[in-house]
């Protein structure tokens, strides 16, 4: 016995008529007595007589009926109610994002999102790009915040959020301070400190440097954005950092030939449902990404 035969029952008794019934549900005539037919031997009674073209309860269908509208109003209920909750947007959200898109992306977004949604929780691990991607894909996480790796993902969805150019710094009394222009092999001479090799940003930069047929030579690795411009900026090499973290011990150098440029963005797994408040967080990133 199924919803769907008891819903016909109560059609079939309201109307009087299997064809009516049959109008009313959108269902062919002989799917509602397939459907009557099934109900009655699953309760093992005869639920009408059909009396010429009349159809009238038997005692036992007047006794089932009370007992079906009961069956059907709850399911109602029960459609109603999920409804109002999957338009709420509360719970857990947890999200694993680098420290430098916590710093310099999330914060206005973070605001507005408990502002706007204050039954909603978030947690936020502070990590590396490459550790919440990981997280995603073993399903710790439900969203990753993260520098989007240049190969797709058969589990990922990646959805590009921001465009992060790459700019090359230097000490100012750097010898590449001084150059107008300069192009990607004279860069190689130098040495420069890098994120390490297995970053999406390290791999990113690699490729620009493999078109032209040279290696950066790197004198030190370190994940951290603001440590590498630090690092530069006291004379231990070139760095490729974001704008967001050039300061004024910095110069930029003009690299008309050197295009290092990152997509910043939201990933999530194919096989997990997005719950409203991670459909709600990521509706405002890309809010916040046009305003930009």
């Not at 073209?53 to 029960?78: M, S, Y």
């Not at 240049?150 to 000490?171: F, G, Q, R, T």
């Amino acid at each position: 016995m199924d919803i769907q035969e008891l819903l016909t029952f109560i059609k079939v008794a309201e109307t009087q008529s299997f064809s009516e019934a049959a109008d009313a549900l959108f269902v062919t005539q002989p799917a509602v007595s397939k459907r009557i037919a099934a109900l009655e031997s699953h309760l093992n009674v005869r639920l009408f007589d059909r009396i010429g073209r009349q159809v009238h309860l038997t005692e036992a269908g007047r006794r089932l009926l009370p007992k079906a509208k009961k069956v059907a109003e709850d399911v109602n209920d029960i459609k109603r109610s999920m409804s109002l909750q999957m338009e709420d947007v509360s719970g857990e959200l947890l999200i694993a994002t680098s420290h430098h898109i916590g710093l310099h992306r999330l914060p206005n977004t973070l605001k507005t999102f408990q502002q706007t949604y204050p039954l909603a929780e978030i947690h936020i691990d502070f990590t590396q790009s490459e550790d919440a991607h990981k997280q995603v894909l073993k399903g710790d996480a439900e969203l990753g915040i993260i520098t989007l790796s240049a190969h797709s993902e058969a589990m990922l969805n990646a959805i590009p959020i921001w465009s992060d150019p790459l700019k090359c710094v230097v000490s100012h009394d750097h010898p590449l301070a001084q150059m107008d222009d300069v192009d990607v092999v004279e860069l190689s001479k130098y040495p420069c400190v890098l994120p390490h090799d297995n970053t999406f940003t390290r791999q990113i930069a690699e490729k620009v440097f493999a078109v032209n047929g040279v290696r950066p030579q790197v004198k030190m690795n370190t994940n951290n954005l603001e440590t590498l411009a630090m690092l530069a900026s006291i004379g231990w090499g070139w760095s490729l950092v974001p704008s967001t973290v050039v300061n004024e011990q910095l110069v930029v150098v003009n690299l008309p030939d050197l295009n290092v440029e990152r997509k910043l963005g939201v990933i999530h797994h194919k096989q997990r449902t997005l719950s409203r408040a991670a459909s709600a967080f990521i509706e405002l990133l890309q809010e916040s990404a046009n305003e930009t």
